[in-house]
């Protein structure tokens, strides 16, 4: 009786330790943990032989030793989601990239391609050993049982974060050329890729070579998309342009089309419209203007926007059609027609003002009398 009394009791504790310990692997698979120790062990629990002995031991399909092992394995992986930002040292370099200790119990690995949005040769190119830096878990590499991190996405978030600062502020920055095609080049801008459109370049397209830097202002920020759209006109509009609307200055004729010629003065390509060349109609522009042809001009309009200004050699004309028949002239007499178009311009401004003066005073004048006739009544 009494043998029978204890070997209920045993079974009784086999049971309740049985069930303990079936709640604490499901429980430690489902919670984050923190990180453990090498030794770790489950404690107050029976030891692995005793544990074999209890009753549903092998229907549970794994073993605690490879429920411990899978604990030590993945331990400080689960710490890190994919997509957040790890602070981690170089612990050693290779061919194929570096080794970087996040504080995980495995090393993490970023790739060469993950260095840099440039071309990378060798990771000690980008790294040193020891050097501390801000990293980008990508992804996890389950064949080689790592986390893979990223140097280039964590210095993009940061270079994004200033893009759109720099654009609001709509300051000018330098970008370096790596690439070019028909629609433009591309551009290397605080570490992002952008392009400028063959449009929005204040060069021939092949005048520009990889490797030249360009002053550049913002005109497309999309960080989402990546999407990097910078214009090189208008920084260079915004930089040469000291000049005001009506002035006169010497330009040299870069390049002659159907509908115009676009005058370089001064590092910025102005716009000298077929229309605005002569009072004379011209059929054949070619005729009348050459590429490299120095010439004398008159500013209509600037947009600084969008990177344009407008000119004109027809107000420069002492006589209609002198652009035509005696461009020379033009040339030696552009100042004092300038400066006789400014009066004129300034003469029709003034009497603008008076008459709008004059109409406002009678419009006052009247509305007064109306209320004198209202005030008697």
Same mark, same amino acid.
């Given at each position: ?18 069930? %303990? ?8 698979? &489902? ?23 209890? %009753? ?12 411990? #092992? ?10 890190? #989601? ?11 370099? #290779? ?22 949005? &440039?071309? @990378?040769?060798?990771?000690? #190119? ?26 280039? +996405?964590?210095?993009?978030?940061? +270079? ?11 300051? &000018? ?43 550049? $202002? ?21 930089? +040469?342009?000291?000049? $005001?609307?009506?002035?006169? @200055? ?46 004398? @001009? ?35 007499? %552009? ?15 003034? +009497? ?26």
């Amino acid at each position: 009786m009494l043998a029978k009394s204890s070997s209920l009791q045993q079974r009784r504790r086999c049971s309740s330790v049985t069930r %303990a310990t079936r709640v604490t692997p499901l429980a430690a698979a &489902t919670t984050p943990r923190a990180p453990v120790s090498s030794d770790f062990r489950i404690k107050n629990a029976p030891s692995i032989e005793e544990r074999k002995g209890y %009753a549903g031991y092998d229907a549970v399909g794994f073993t605690y030793e490879e429920f411990e #092992d899978a604990l030590l394995e993945h331990d400080g992986r689960l710490m890190f #989601d994919i997509g957040s930002f790890v602070t981690g040292s170089v612990a050693s370099l #290779d061919s194929r990239g570096a080794y970087i200790d996040i504080g995980a119990k495995a090393l993490a690995f970023c790739p060469t391609e993950e260095l840099s949005s &440039t071309r @990378v040769g060798r990771a000690s #190119d980008v790294l040193q050993l020891g050097m501390l830096r801000e990293f980008q878990v990508v992804r996890e590499d389950r064949h080689d049982n790592v986390l893979i991190v990223s140097l280039k +996405a964590a210095e993009a978030k940061i +270079a994004w974060k200033r893009i759109r600062q720099m654009a609001a502020e709509d300051v &000018t920055v330098m970008g370096k050329v790596s690439d070019a095609n028909r629609g433009g080049v591309i551009v290397n801008v605080e570490g992002v890729q952008g392009f400028v459109p063959s449009s929005h370049l204040s060069v021939a397209l092949a005048a520009i070579n990889n490797g030249d830097t360009l002053p550049l $202002k913002f005109l497309e920020t999309d960080e989402i998309r990546q999407r990097l759209v910078l214009s090189n006109r208008r920084a260079k509009v915004e930089k +040469a342009i000291t000049f $005001k609307v009506g002035d006169v @200055v010497v330009g040299t004729i870069a390049s002659v089309k159907p509908y115009g010629a676009f005058v370089d003065i001064g590092g910025v390509n102005g716009l000298l419209h077929i229309s605005q060349l002569s009072h004379e109609r011209i059929a054949n522009i070619n005729s009348v203007i050459s590429v490299g042809q120095q010439v004398k @001009v008159m500013v209509l309009s600037q947009d600084q926007q969008r990177g344009r200004v407008s000119l004109s050699t027809k107000k420069l004309e002492p006589t209609p059609g002198d652009m035509v028949n005696n461009p020379q002239l033009v040339f030696e007499k %552009a100042e004092m027609m300038a400066e006789a178009f400014k009066q004129r311009v300034a003469a029709a401004e003034a +009497a603008a003002r008076a008459e709008e003066a004059k109409l406002a005073s009678e419009i006052a004048g009247q509305a007064l009398g109306e209320e004198s006739l209202a005030a008697g009544a």
